[in-house]
């Protein structure tokens, strides 16, 4: 759960990785606001993509999902996805091929600590 007693549990959110900092200053402050979007990130199928590529070492799919990626998780001040999506984004321009696999899977415990908010 997000919630406790109607506040978000920040403290859950900064383990995280979401920049309480930049959430307050991005949001103004507007929590309510932030939850709604953090609420729909759980359906986002941009890392469902980027597994889709990697699985079929489709680096022009893995280079859109993990992009998108970039944008959704810098916008929700999810500081360590971002970086990490950031870097898959890097290697594929770069075509440095045999370091994808191993970024993509740091990205992925970023984006797992996110989805565990949800339970």
Known sequence: ???????MDKE???KAGI?????EERF?????IFEKYLWRFKDDKHMQGVR??????????ILEEAH???GLSGTLCMQQLYLDSSDVVLAVRNAEYDK???LIHKM???YEKIMNLYV
């Open 12 to 14: 859950r959110l900064a």
């Open 52 to 61: 889709e590529g990697l699985a079929a070492e489709d680096y022009d799919k």
């Open 108 to 110: 992925e415990d970023s």
């Open 19 to 23: 920049d309480l900092q930049d959430m």
């Open 68 to 70: 998108a990626m970039k």
């Open 1 to 7: 759960m997000l919630t406790i007693g109607g506040m």
């Open 28 to 32: 103004e402050g507007h929590d309510d």
């Open 100 to 102: 994808v696999s191993g």
